[in-house]
């Protein structure tokens, strides 16, 4: 979402230079447009990002240069005279944030309990302007009811869906997000590996053939419940992954967050999407119409950005194994031709990204090399490690 408002800003201030009759709302002399994105949320840590609109320039890398912004003042204020401070933890080795990446322009603030009763906003001091979001009572979201997969009905492609714990007909706007980890298995394993330092096979110091690999969703998802019978939301489609990719070749997991949000947050995020889908068409939104919550309360100038404020995220978590879906490997093995590894040493071998699957002392040749890809689940192909994650259960 991130890069959808670097391209609206841009858009924006294109269209104002080219198009007399259009008024995106944005001098094309204002540079500095603060841009915020992030959700208060209670008892976490909330990452903020923060950018800024830049002139207007020939060279595409001299104008996306120095967006982000990296000093600014962060904090969270309460009604009930909370306060909590962030920084900028880009160039921080204090922080270990896993889930969402730290980027250029990211502030954390460690948040407290929020108090359902209270209201919350956020306050950015920047180049002498002090910038506030429009205070909010927190939102209580609630369960996920169900989060089940099926097949997609022409088979090739694994629905991720959810239904959240809802009885009310009234509107209701949500956000859900999800991270994966899935378990490999590579088709062959073995006990030696070549020591290049050495030029010897020597026994496997860990065997390689079993590894996790995970991603983290970066992408948000939004929905409502406007076309659902009786106002519930059910099986709503978040995702959907082909059956013979990487991620089923033998256990998959997915964890799907899911956060109650504001209509005018719905409505800012979709207009948002808009935007940078069409990149600044005639009939287009304009900047000015997303229904931003931030304001600068020292200067007549714009920002853009909705922060919301989340009392709760709920979670649920599913596994699928490979032959649930009818996974198929459509990568075959390969082992080194003979005449191939004679004409080579082994360091060459070894360079070449070929690896040792068998040993035999005696045989001819001695050594039988695979692709890495075979007989190593660190290799790029499969992008796992040999760690096994705290949470996971082995399927039946």
């Not at 391209?7 to 259009?22: K, N, P, S």
Request: hydrophobic share 35%.
């Amino acid at each position: 979402m991130r890069a959808y408002i670097y391209y609206i800003i841009i858009a924006a201030l294109l269209c104002c230079a080219c198009v007399d009759e259009f008024d995106a709302g944005l001098s094309s002399s204002e540079t500095n447009i603060l841009c915020v994105e992030g959700t208060i949320r209670s008892n976490a840590d909330c990452p903020f990002y923060l950018s800024h609109s830049i002139p207007i320039k020939l060279d595409e890398e001299e104008m996306f240069e120095g967006i982000a912004v990296f000093d600014a003042q962060i904090a969270v204020h309460g009604s009930n005279g909370d306060v909590w401070e962030g920084q900028n933890i880009y160039y921080s080795d204090t922080y270990d944030f896993i889930g969402y990446g730290i980027n250029a322009g990211t502030y954390l603030v460690r948040v407290g309990q929020l108090d359902p009763s209270s209201q919350y906003w956020l306050e950015i001091i920047w180049h002498g302007n002090t910038y506030t979001t429009t205070p909010q009572e927190p939102l209580l979201t609630p369960e996920i009811e169900d989060l089940r997969w099926e097949m997609a009905p022409a088979g090739q492609l694994v629905n991720i869906m959810v239904t959240p714990a809802t009885s009310s007909s009234e509107k209701q706007y949500f956000r859900w997000n999800y991270e994966e980890t899935w378990e490999v298995h590579t088709p062959l394993r073995a006990t030696y590996e070549y020591d290049p330092n050495q030029d010897q096979i020597v026994p496997i110091r860990r065997l390689l053939d079993t590894g996790w690999a995970h991603n983290y969703n970066h992408f948000d998802i939004y929905g409502n419940n406007e076309n659902y019978q009786d106002g519930r939301i059910r099986n709503l489609v978040l995702y959907q992954t082909d059956k013979d990719e990487n991620r089923f070749n033998y256990r998959y997991y997915t964890r799907v967050y899911q956060t109650a949000i504001t209509r005018e947050e719905y409505e800012y995020q979709q207009l948002s999407s808009q935007l940078s889908d069409e990149m600044g068409g005639l009939f287009t939104p304009q900047p000015s119409a997303l229904p931003t919550n931030i304001h600068c309360q020292t200067a007549d100038v714009q920002a853009i950005g909705y922060i919301g404020v989340s009392l709760n995220t709920t979670s649920a978590h599913l596994y699928v194994n490979s032959n649930d879906v009818g996974h198929v490997n459509r990568r075959y093995v390969q082992i080194a031709d003979a005449e191939f590894v004679a004409e080579n040493t082994w360091y060459v071998l070894w360079q070449l990204g070929w690896r040792v699957y068998e040993y035999i002392l005696g045989a001819t040749p001695p050594v039988t090399w695979a692709e890495r890809w075979c007989v190593d689940c660190t290799s790029p192909y499969w992008g796992a490690t040999l760690e096994r994650p705290s949470f996971w259960e082995d399927r039946d």
